[in-house]
Nanobody, 121 residues
Framework: QVQLVESGGGSVQAGESLRLFCEGSGYTYRRDCMGWFRQAPGKEREGVAVICSGGSQTVYADSVKGRFTISQDNDKFTVLLQMNSLKPEDSAMYYC??????????????WGQGTQVTVSS
């Protein structure tokens, strides 16, 4: 079955960087959207960045444009999220997901367990 495993979270100071990794397995179709979502305590889950169509299309939330970059390995089973200039409001549990539409989290079928990102001021 499809499995998504995240890694790379941690605790950093504002302005620093982190890189998140999502390793996928158990599927062959690799042209659908795959990417990152986050959820802070008491808030709704929101889309951060996704990569679609085999890497030819990327979509970012306005709040992370210019700071975060999503990419996909050539094998298309691994998705990376480079997060620069982190802010305290970026603190959340970050989830990898696959099989949905753009940043609409409710459309995604497969989810990882999440990795925590904490940014202190």
């Amino acid at each position: 079955q499809v499995q998504l495993v995240e890694s790379g979270g941690g605790s950093v100071q504002a302005g620093e960087s982190l890189r998140l990794f999502c390793e996928g397995s158990g599927y062959t179709y690799r042209r659908d959207c795959m990417g990152w979502f986050r959820q802070a305590p008491g808030k709704e889950r929101e889309g951060v960045a996704v990569i679609c169509s085999g890497g030819s299309q990327t979509v970012y939330a306005d709040s992370v444009k210019g700071r975060f970059t999503i990419s996909q390995d050539n094998d298309k089973f691994t998705v990376l999220l480079q997060m620069n200039s982190l802010k305290p409001e970026d603190s959340a549990m970050y989830y990898c997901a696959k099989g949905g539409l753009a940043l609409e989290h409710r459309t995604y079928v497969y989810w990882g367990q999440g990795t925590q990102v904490t940014v202190s001021s």
